[in-house]
């Protein structure tokens, strides 16, 4: 029996990835700190095309860390280094706002999307961080601007890590099922829900998590 969301709930059927994320992250001896900025309720985001990637650009990175990000983000994307590195710079400047390890965000939308803005699934969720539109809208972001669309991406990442910042090492497990399947789905099961889809994005999350560890030479440590 486990202590989750304020109940005993038993865990679910275990898998051999139950915890595969989580001790391998764990491992890595990565901080990650959880941000204190509570969800929006703001006006509806209104429908718009994808935003150039020059529009208020912030200046190339120049630390090691997010060069080398930027670089693995352009390769996977397929989009080059320019836009390799401006998601990269976005990522940081927003997983920094909101207390994210930005490998941990990268890891996911990496899995949701490759990196690609043009990405959009068939539920409709959209862009590199896979929002849906009535998730976007909720929080006061247009889903089809590249930065509003990262940003409520590592935002809603955020919230998923605090709602289960007390469930010890299935945190992570549980805030990237949580993100892919849904908070109450790991309430129902006490556990990352035996769905094969879920199961399988987090154990691909992990390994993006590595992937992305040694091509950054764990420079963000």
């Known amino acids: 029996m486990v202590n989750l969301l304020g109940g005993a709930i038993a865990y679910a059927n275990e898998l051999p990835d139950d915890t595969q994320f989580d001790n391998m992250y764990y491992s890595l001896s990565v901080d990650d700190e959880q941000g204190q900025n509570s969800p929006q309720n703001l006006t509806d985001a209104e429908t718009g095309e994808v935003n150039s990637i020059e529009v208020n650009a912030p200046a190339v990175p120049t630390d090691d860390f997010t060069l080398r990000l930027g670089q693995y983000i352009g390769s996977e994307s397929g989009m080059g280094s320019e836009y390799g590195n401006y998601v990269a710079s976005l990522i940081q400047e927003n997983a920094s706002l909101y207390g994210v390890d930005p490998i941990l965000a990268a890891s996911l939308f990496e899995q949701e999307s490759h990196f690609r803005m043009d990405a959009v699934s068939g539920a409709g969720a959209i862009g590199i961080a896979q ?8 929080m006061g972001y247009n889903p089809y601007i590249l930065e509003e669309n990262i940003k409520g991406g590592i935002e809603y990442l955020s919230y998923q890590l605090r709602r289960f910042q007390q469930s010890g090492d299935l945190q ?9 399947a849904g908070p109450r ?11 094969a889809e879920t199961r399988n994005h987090v154990t691909a999350v992990a390994n993006n998590y590595v992937d992305i560890i040694n091509i950054t030479g764990g420079l963000y440590q």
């Open 185 to 195: 789905s790991i309430q129902d099961y006490g556990d990352v829900p035996p769905y």
């Open 131 to 138: 929002l849906m539109p009535q998730t976007a809208q909720q």
């Open 172 to 180: 992570n497990s549980f805030a990237i099922a949580a993100y892919n």
